[in-house]
Antibody, heavy 114, light 111 residues
Framework: EVQLVESGGGLVQPGGCLRL?????????????MHWVRQAPGKGLVWVSR????????NYADFVKGRFTISRDNAKNTLYLQMNSLRAEDTAVYYC???????WGQGTLVTVSS | DVVMTQSPLSLPVTLGQPASISCRSS???????????LHWFQQRPGQSPRRLIY???NRDSGVPDRFSGSGSGTDFTLKISRVEAEDVGIYYC?????????FGPGTRVEI
């Protein structure tokens, strides 16, 4: 069974940082692109970032470029999102998504507030 | 970025009756491999999105056959042949052809 389990969310002050993790199981992690998608409270879905199977290619939405870094550890079957210089508008549930977009995690809530 | 629009944004439905959601993209969605990466998702309250339809018209495993997808170019449609109570939620179309991938604003289906 494919599972994606996010962690690392929480309350952080503006300008602060967080690192999200997504532990996966049930498939060969090292062969898939992986993505982060977010959803602000009561709002729609927005793509944040993606990374290819070996971590050599990454892409970001313009609104996180220079602030967020996606990475992965294929030996640990884990995807990461390092989020720096957080803003109030980054408040959202962050989902880890497998390439092909058929499998999603349950999400982890990031709240940026003073 | 490719802009995805949906209509209607709110869809009151009657149990047992059909329902239809339209999705339009600001650019064509045919990728260089010949595939059209237009997908449909359902999000029930408090849950993660669930993919229903992939590449325009292919139903995901476990998705009831009352759901169907169609379309081409820039115009796509999700149809529910007979709405059931469990279909309440928000439906999103999404394009995975051009980066950044983008979603439509969502259509709220309510009884």
């Amino acid at each position: 069974e494919v599972q994606l389990v996010e962690s690392g969310g929480g309350l952080v002050q503006p300008g602060g940082c967080l690192r999200l993790s997504c532990a996966v199981s049930g498939f060969t992690f090292s062969t898939y692109w992986m993505h982060w998608v977010r959803q602000a409270p009561g709002k729609g879905l927005v793509w944040v970032s993606r990374i290819n199977s070996d971590g050599s290619t990454t892409n970001y939405a313009d609104f996180v470029k220079g602030r967020f870094t996606i990475s992965r550890d294929n030996a640990k079957n884990t995807l990461y999102l390092q989020m720096n210089s957080l803003r109030a508008e980054d408040t959202a549930v962050y989902y880890c998504v497998r390439g092909g977009v058929e499998f999603w995690g349950q999400g982890t809530l990031v709240t940026v507030s003073s | 970025d490719v802009v995805m629009t949906q209509s209607p944004l709110s869809l009151p439905v009657t149990l047992g009756q059909p329902a239809s959601i339209s999705c339009r993209s600001s650019q064509g969605l045919v990728y260089s491999d010949g595939n059209t990466y237009l997908h449909w998702f359902q999000q029930r309250p408090g849950q993660s999105p669930r993919r229903l339809i992939y590449k325009v018209s292919n139903r995901d495993s476990g998705v009831p056959d009352r759901f169907s997808g169609s379309g081409s170019g820039t115009d796509f449609t999700l149809k529910i042949s007979r709405v059931e109570a469990e279909d309440v939620g928000i439906y999103y179309c999404m394009q995975g052809t051009h980066w950044p991938f983008t979603f439509g604003p969502g259509t709220r289906v309510e009884i």
